[in-house]
């Protein structure tokens, strides 16, 4: 079986920080359950540096079909925060992410 990898870009409805604020131990949860899959992934921020707008996800599926059941099963998607859901096949060509340390980076997923 060949394996897909989609880049998965959302952007969050206008005034919804209640409602990832409520679904976001859900989400890093189901995130973690399916760490397998995660390339990367992580919040979009505003450009404070800050606020969340949005999610971008890296995931490898076998096909389409697993895609979808992923995403209409995540907690953020059932929470009804997305406004807009960009899907696109991804190849990962070349990253440094080997050197990349989300603890050094702020980030509250880190470890």
Known sequence: MRIMI?????????DCADVRASAQSDHAHY???HAS???????????????RIGVLMVVDCGDTSELEQFL???????????????ISGFSLVMHSLASFHPSTHGSKYAG
């Open 6 to 14: 989609f880049a998965i870009h959302c952007m969050d409805k206008a």
């Open 31 to 33: 995130m973690r359950k």
């Open 37 to 51: 899959r995660i390339v990367f992934g992580g919040p979009l921020l505003d450009k404070d540096g800050v606020t």
């Open 72 to 86: 209409q099963n995540e907690p953020y998607h059932l929470a009804g925060l997305f406004a807009q859901v960009t």
